[in-house]
């Protein structure tokens, strides 16, 4: 076994922070492999956009010092986005390719002691990260979630808010990951997405050449599986970013 591998593995057994059965609320149940097992053979709607998270050799100080600098916008307007999500103490909260765990950190300050936040990563070194954070910090009531391409790997009724930021239009297979993210909400649970404007003719090149969809397209999918748009909040500092919010539909 590599020193990597072997690493990773003591990583996904940590208490209180890899995802352990006993250090989760009471009623959370077994985890789901994948979502909607009959759809397992879709194709990849975007291959290859993960498989730089992926690289077992990822850099976590290059990752950290681009995500977490105030010329992007998210971080930047972090504290507005946190205000605007209006989590209540005792909430179940996941964030939803946590990456270097700043939103994550948040959130669990958020949902207070009595609450619990997930931090869910399809990267082994993001993984990895975030495991030697929450043991660092000592927190109790937080969880990494090493989940798949096809699924965020959430107990049924386990959250009451997932939190996707700038994430989504790296999901492979949205209509999976998002029915996977249908099932782990409690009844009328909430869905907070933050992604990139794309406009062609208005939004830069990278946008353009790495978002594979505008607001609308990505509205349909969400709602396709089986959310409903409550509305779209004004974030100060948005020029690049738009914040939607989605509620759990009945089935």
């Known amino acids: 076994m590599t020193r990597f591998a072997a690493t990773l593995l003591l990583t996904i057994l940590v208490p209180n922070v890899a995802w352990t059965q006993k250090n989760a609320p009471n009623n959370e149940a077994k985890i789901p492999a994948t979502a909607a097992g009959q759809d397992n053979l879709q194709k990849s709607i975007q291959p290859g956009i993960n498989s730089k998270f992926l690289d077992p050799e990822l850099n976590i100080d290059d990752w950290i010092a681009r995500f977490e600098v105030e010329s992007r916008e998210v971080y930047q307007a972090r504290g507005e986005i946190l205000k605007a999500m209006a989590i209540q103490p005792g909430s179940r909260v996941a964030d939803i390719g946590a990456g270097t765990g700043f939103f994550s950190m948040l959130i669990n300050k958020a949902v207070g002691t009595t609450g619990w936040s997930y931090a869910v990563e399809i990267s082994p070194r993001f993984t990895e990260h975030l495991t030697a954070l929450f043991a660092e910090r000592d ?65 830069r090149e990278w946008t353009l050449n790495h978002v594979r969809a505008g607001k609308q397209t990505f509205i349909d999918e969400v709602q396709d599986s089986g959310f409903e748009l409550v509305g779209e909040r004004n974030i100060a500092g948005f020029k690049e970013n738009y914040f939607l919010e989605f509620r759990k539909a009945s089935r």
């Open 139 to 203: 927190l109790k009531n937080t969880t990494t979630v090493f989940c798949n391409a096809r699924s965020v790997c959430l107990p049924p009724n386990s959250i009451d808010l997932a939190f996707i930021c700038d994430v989504y239009h790296h999901f492979e297979f949205p209509k999976q990951t998002m029915t996977s993210i249908h099932d782990a909400l409690s009844e009328g649970g909430r869905v907070i997405l933050i992604d990139f404007e794309r406009i062609p003719g208005i939004s």
